[in-house]
């Protein structure tokens, strides 16, 4: 019950080795650390993209290739609906990404995937990977070992550390989320806040109708199944495992534990 098939449709998803389908669902965080460390990178050019200093100049990257935005012709529309369009004179760079003057880039272990839309003043810490069509906004932190799908958006000052974002997932604005996954299709509402540390010491422990089970971690966010929403302005407490379909209400504050699909928390 408590495996990744009862929270996640995993179809097409690229990381599903994070994923065993016999364990727990949130083991899933226990892996992701030895994962993104053996993970490939490509190497972004550290002339044009420096490492840890505001990037001086717009840039574009195409089919492996970073290249300087002068020049080019940039259509910032809906980058999750795959409408960042990038033109090089009469040619459209399909699939171009894009990191605008001003974001920060720290370490090298940091794989960017096509279309995507990376804002200046987001800071992102290796290792990171950002998949297609994926948004970072204006203010976006994250903090390392942060793992995106296709078409999600990382928003203006929303904090990001070790944690997975499924396809379509997203955090728009001011939340934070630690040592936490987000399911396909998941909204968290403006000022949405996952704790991920208990205030006594000792792992996490996981209420579930067969017993209390120890998810064999200090930090532990929350995970929430497909199509999940948070309110504004809502919390988590450490542990919190969400069924599909379910809703957390504006400034509710969710129990941890387990709660079963298309729970409303209020």
Known sequence: MLTPSSFFDLTGFPHQALFPADEFVWTALTRLKGYMDSYAYPLLGGLVVPEAEPLAKTVVIHQGQVLAAVGCSISYGDTTKQQLLVRAGEQTLSGASVIMAGAVLMG????????????????????????????????????????????????????????????????????????????????????????????????????????????????????????????????TSPGLVLGRESLLMPNATAPAGYHPPRTILR
């Open 108 to 235: 090298r272990q940091i794989a960017i995937g096509q279309g995507v839309l990376v804002e200046s003043g987001a800071m992102i810490k290796s290792p990171a990977i950002i998949g297609d069509y994926t948004e970072i906004r204006q203010g976006a932190y994250l903090r390392g070992y942060c793992l995106t799908g296709a078409h999600c958006v990382i928003g203006h000052t929303t904090e990001v550390k070790h944690s997975i974002f499924l396809d379509h997932a997203k955090a728009g604005h001011f939340a934070y989320l630690g040592d936490s996954i987000l399911g396909r299709e998941v909204n968290l509402g403006a000022g949405t806040k996952f704790a991920n540390l208990r205030f006594l010491p000792g792992n996490v422990m996981v209420s579930a109708p067969e017993g209390r089970i120890d998810s064999g971690r200090r930090k532990f966010g929350a995970i929430l199944g497909d199509s999940c929403q948070t309110g504004c302005n809502s919390v």
